[in-house]
């Protein structure tokens, strides 16, 4: 059974920073598209960022684009959200997602909930102003 645990959310001023962290059970990742989400109150959840199955291919939306970075270790099963210079407009639950129903090998892009398999419970982003 794979399970995904993020953590390392929190409360922070806006022009900070945030690490999250992604780690993967059940099964290696290392063969596995895999993406961040993220879910404000009211709203539809939407694409963060994604990496191919052996970092050589990010995809950012945006207004995250220049500030966020995604990166990925497969020998610890572990995938990283880096965030920098947040804004108020960041704050949201955000999750990490993995796609195990395919190998990665043609890196496609993947930004639709549809494309994930597997989902992490989440962690909560608040960024005051």
């Known amino acids: 059974q794979v399970q995904l645990v993020e953590s390392g959310g929190g409360l922070v001023q806006a022009g900070g920073s945030l690490r999250l962290t992604c780690v993967v059970s059940?099964?290696?990742?290392?063969?596995?598209?895999m993406g961040w989400f993220r879910q404000a109150p009211g709203k539809e959840r939407e694409f963060v960022g994604s990496?191919?199955?052996?970092?050589?291919?990010?995809d950012y939306t945006d207004s995250v684009k220049g500030r966020f970075t995604i990166s990925r270790d497969n020998a610890k099963n572990t995938l990283w959200l880096q965030m920098n210079s947040l804004r108020p407009e960041d704050t949201a639950v955000y999750y990490c997602?993995?796609?195990?129903?395919?190998?990665?090998?043609?890196?496609?892009?993947?930004?639709?909930?549809?494309?994930?398999?597997?989902w992490g419970q989440g962690t909560q982003v608040t960024v005051s102003s």
């Open positions: 997602a993995i796609d195990i129903t395919q190998p990665d090998w043609s890196q496609e892009q993947k930004r639709r909930v549809s494309d994930y398999s597997h």
């Open positions: 990496i191919s199955w052996n970092g050589g291919r990010t």
């Open positions: 059940g099964r290696p990742l290392s063969n596995y598209h």
